[in-house]
């Protein structure tokens, strides 16, 4: 190692030679920190850990005995991990954590749970609410990241659930717990508790409406495996993505619906969301999504309706708007179909997120099929619409066909292998225009 990189950023890690007031590799804007040799070799000292780790056998994680998030941990949680588990207020992380505390604790593994964001009463009586016996499971209400090590060190649980990292501040940083000093500071001093003592640590971080992790943003380099829990928390489905994970596959998803009991594990979630399917009313189409490594299927639906605003509104939910909004622009200049004077919304049912472009024409015939009024009945369809319209093959061709014959959809529109159809063409196909 050469002795001039001196200087470091405290968020990622970054090494400089220089001194500089933010970091160039993360974009922090804090000031790199100058650290003496011995302690930049012990960091790195540190660093090791996962990568002997990440080469154990299955058999050295804890499984949590929820087939759906071990699944997306690679196989359950690594000793000595952090993971940092994102989503938007009320999405369910506590309630999921909670569960899967009490699950570990079946199998006898302890489990401390540090509430600093609700009551320790609180916590209880969700864990009444759930029916959760949780002899195994220790709360502690502390706001000190200091207190939840000194108290973990002694105990030394299984695994220690900090919720939430916002909540958590050290004394010795002034700044009000959340931001970008204090989630920094505790998050590395519970890494740190993580890395010497073989405990899992979890990190609860909120994320803002935008998608964005806040303060914890800078947590997500320091984390061995970073998740998130989505869905609209006014329905019932949530799906648990892994985005970043040292010791297994990333885009693993395991899917979830909370009930009046706490989350229970989908088995079949396209069951699930063709179960109230209406293919008999315009503006509906099933959509099959690739959801980590299998198919789901989903419904989209879109209204269309006249209006006299100058700017007709657009509402769309589940679905990047820009996109939607290039597919409208695709159906008005190559498929002659225009909806620029009227009402547009979009929807993915069952508070599902679809972010791959392979859902443009589903999107694109069910606000054709809106505007024209014509229902598409039992018909799926796939593939990316481009600016010259014309429609593109997309990856998973085989496993989304196979889930459609499962399900029995077998009325299909999307590209085949080869040559890309065109819009035009397909609303034709869909008997959505004569020409
Ligand atoms: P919570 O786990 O507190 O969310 P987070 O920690 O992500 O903020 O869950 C909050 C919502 O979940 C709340 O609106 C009520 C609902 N809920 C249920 O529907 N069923 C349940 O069994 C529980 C415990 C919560
Ligand atoms: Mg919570």
Redesign the pocket.
């Known amino acids: 190692m050469s002795a001039r990189t001196n200087f470091h950023c405290e968020a990622c890690g970054h090494k400089s030679a220089k001194w500089m007031g933010f970091c160039t590799n993360c974009g922090v804007e804090e000031p790199l920190v100058e650290r003496a040799m011995s302690g930049s070799k012990q960091s790195m000292a540190a660093e090791a850990v996962p990568v002997r780790d990440a080469s154990k056998t299955r058999s050295d994680r804890l499984r949590t005995g929820w087939g759906e998030v071990d699944r997306v941990l690679g196989g359950g949680f690594v000793p000595g991990s952090v993971v940092l588990l994102g989503g938007e207020p009320g999405v369910g992380?506590?309630t999921l954590l909670l569960q899967v505390a009490n699950a570990m604790g079946l199998q006898g593994h302890s489990t401390v749970i540090a509430t600093a964001?609700?009551s320790v009463e609180q916590v209880a009586m969700r864990a009444e609410r759930l029916s959760l016996g949780g002899e195994s499971v220790s709360l502690m209400a502390d706001d000190d990241a200091d207190a939840i090590v000194s108290l973990a060190t002694q105990d030394r649980p299984s695994l220690v659930v900090v919720?939430?990292i916002q909540t958590v501040g050290v004394p010795e940083i002034v700044a009000a717990p959340g931001g970008v000093s204090q989630v920094r500071e505790s998050g590395a001093r519970l890494i740190r508790l993580a890395k010497t003592t073989g405990i899992v640590v979890v990190l609860?971080g909120h994320v803002t409406k935008d998608g964005s992790l806040a303060g914890p943003k800078v947590l997500e380099h320091m984390v061995d495996v970073v998740l998130s829990l989505e869905g609209d928390p006014d329905r019932g489905f949530r799906v648990l993505r892994s985005n970043k994970n040292r010791f297994g596959p990333t885009h693993v998803s395991g899917m979830f619906d909370m009930r009046g009991d706490g989350l229970v594990e989908v088995d079949d979630p396209s069951k699930v969301f063709l179960d109230g399917w209406e293919s008999s009313v315009p503006g509906t189409i099933v959509y099959p999504a690739v959801e980590g490594r299998r198919s789901v299927l989903v419904e989209v639906q879109a209204l269309v309706a006249s209006t006299n605003q100058a700017q007709p509104r657009r509402s769309i939910r589940g679905l990047d708007p820009a996109r939607v909004n290039q597919v409208i622009a695709v159906l008005q200049q190559h498929a002659g179909l225009s909806v620029t004077d009227k009402e547009v919304y979009v929807n993915v049912v069952g508070g599902w997120r679809l972010d791959d472009p392979g859902c443009d024409l589903a999107v694109a015939l069910a606000i054709a099929s809106a505007a024209t009024g014509k229902p598409l009945g039992k018909l799926a369809a796939w593939g990316e619409v481009g600016l010259a319209g014309e429609v593109r093959a997309v990856p998973f061709q085989t496993r989304r066909m196979e889930e459609l014959t499962r399900m029995g959809l077998v009325k299909q529109i999307a590209p085949g292998g080869g040559e890309p159809i065109r819009l035009r063409g397909a609303l034709v196909e869909a008997g959505l225009k004569t020409n």
Do not use: T
């Open positions: 992380k506590s964001e609700e919720d939430s609860v």
